[in-house]
């Protein structure tokens, strides 16, 4: 919803709760990339049955989605999946900040 604040606060606990890093920014990219089937579909019926998520997880997504350009959803997917590359290459070699950066860029409207 556009709060870095409440984002970074979100994150922070989970790796304060021992969730690996990796794993938020996976599951991140996921959900950003299941907001740009959402725009792309439009329909919780056929989302629901593309994706395999219950009809409300669908509405929420349809939801979340409106909030965001076709083109900066996809932006952002590809920021996800060139950091990951940059830090399986040892480019990036600070997961954490590299996730905060991308977090923020996320959040900003």
């Not at 890093?21 to 919780?44: D, P, Q, S, W």
């Not at 996800?80 to 860029?105: P, S």
């Amino acid at each position: 919803n556009g709060n870095v604040k409440t984002a970074l606060t979100v994150m922070d606990n989970l790796i304060k709760m021992k969730e690996p890093v990796t794993k938020i920014r996976f599951m991140t990219a996921r959900h950003i990339r299941m907001l740009i089937c959402a725009k792309e579909l439009g329909n919780v019926g056929e989302i629901s049955k593309r994706l395999g998520t219950r009809d409300f997880v669908a509405r929420n997504l349809i939801n979340q989605a409106r909030g965001f350009t076709y083109e900066r959803l996809t932006g952002l997917y590809l920021d996800f999946l060139q950091t990951d590359r940059d830090i399986k290459k040892g480019v990036e070699t600070d997961e954490r900040t590299a996730l905060e950066v991308l977090i923020v860029k996320a959040a900003q409207r």
